[in-house]
């Protein structure tokens, strides 16, 4: 997807006041000076409930050419999904992290330090990037179902703030005394699985909670989605996430099973909630897909 970035001049900016207990807004004054420097026209326009950021995306898509998600990973999934969902000439998207664990702003190789990222978003580097689909709705980071739910529903938020990325695995280790095995079926050209499983994940960014816990060479631009399934968690799982040590070939046949597909048929018994960028909207089953280069998006400081 071919852009001239001589041509982008009007950026509307959908900020998140809250998230991140207000990060983004004591830097604020500084982010607008530095985005004015590269842009003729900055709109902001502040969400103050679920939902309204999208609504935005739809009223403002045909009069701008940069949609920019200002605030963490619940804003960037809300605003990416609106864009993604316009058919004819959407905007460019662009990511001002500001909450706990931004994991897709870093796969895209944004400065965490809001004024920083805006001046990356001045340079308009821009990149065709990989999202994922599933039954109609999309996501640009990773897909999950088991435990990876429970961890996310079982966050405390003063813990999330105070621990930030390690409260992710904090909140895993306690779900170890209460999870449950579930049935489920994967079918895909390159895999298939049919028994009790702990947790399933297709991703397509390399980071969870802030750091690359199962699989830090993720490429956005393969037009593949790396998946992970775990058949029964144990505490030496914990360690070997926090020691980025999943992604070791070695370990397959231990209860981890590792592939690549651009296409999972999923089942489940009894049906599992999605976790879906931290989104718990949908249940099981469902059919994952990636879609290739399928967003165009301002990147900072990587190389695909």
């Given at each position: 997807m071919n852009m001239n970035p001589s041509?982008?001049?009007?950026?509307?900016?959908i900020l998140n006041p809250t998230a991140g207990q207000g990060r983004l807004s004591n830097q604020w004054n500084d982010v607008?000076?530095?985005l004015k420097k590269g842009y003729e026209d900055v709109q902001v326009y502040e969400t103050t409930a679920p939902g309204e950021g999208a609504s935005f995306v739809k009223q403002l898509h045909q009069n701008t050419d940069l949609i920019i998600a200002a605030g963490g990973d619940g804003t960037v999934h809300e605003i990416a999904h609106a864009v993604l969902s316009i058919?004819?000439?959407?905007?460019?998207f662009g990511i001002l992290p500001g909450g706990t664990c931004n994991d897709f702003s870093r796969a895209l190789g944004m400065n965490q330090n809001p004024v920083k990222a805006a001046a990356q978003l001045c340079e308009k580097k821009f990149?065709?990037?990989?999202?994922?689909e599933f039954n109609g709705h999309f996501f640009?980071?990773?897909?999950?179902?088991?435990?990876?739910?429970?961890?996310?529903?079982s966050i405390d938020p003063d813990t999330k703030e105070k621990f930030g990325r390690l409260s992710y695995y904090l909140s895993a280790a306690k779900s170890f005394?209460?999870?449950?095995?579930?049935?489920?079926?994967?079918?895909?050209?390159?895999?298939?699985?049919?028994?009790?499983?702990?947790?399933f994940l297709a991703v397509n960014g390399p980071f969870t909670g802030g750091i690359r816990p199962f699989f830090p060479d993720?490429?956005?631009?393969?037009?593949?989605?790396?998946?992970?399934?775990?058949?029964?968690?144990?505490?030496?799982?914990?360690?070997?996430?926090?020691?980025n040590r999943l992604s070791d070939t070695s370990r397959e046949g231990q209860g981890y099973h590792y592939f690549q597909s651009s296409e999972i048929h999923i089942k489940t018994a009894p049906q599992q909630l999605i976790d879906c960028d931290g989104e718990r909207e949908h249940k099981t089953p469902a059919v994952v897909k990636c879609l290739k280069e399928r967003l165009n998006a301002v990147i900072g400081d990587v190389s695909f």
């Open positions: 041509s982008l001049k009007r950026v509307s900016i607008l000076t530095e058919k004819d000439n959407p905007p460019a990149q065709s990037i990989d999202v994922g640009t980071n990773f897909w999950g179902i088991g435990l990876i739910t429970h961890v996310s529903e005394q209460t999870w449950e095995p579930f049935e489920i079926s994967i079918e895909s050209k390159e895999f298939q699985f049919h028994g009790n499983a702990a947790m993720t490429d956005i631009q393969d037009g593949m989605l790396d998946c992970l399934l775990i058949e029964e968690p144990s505490i030496s799982f914990i360690w070997d996430v926090l020691q």
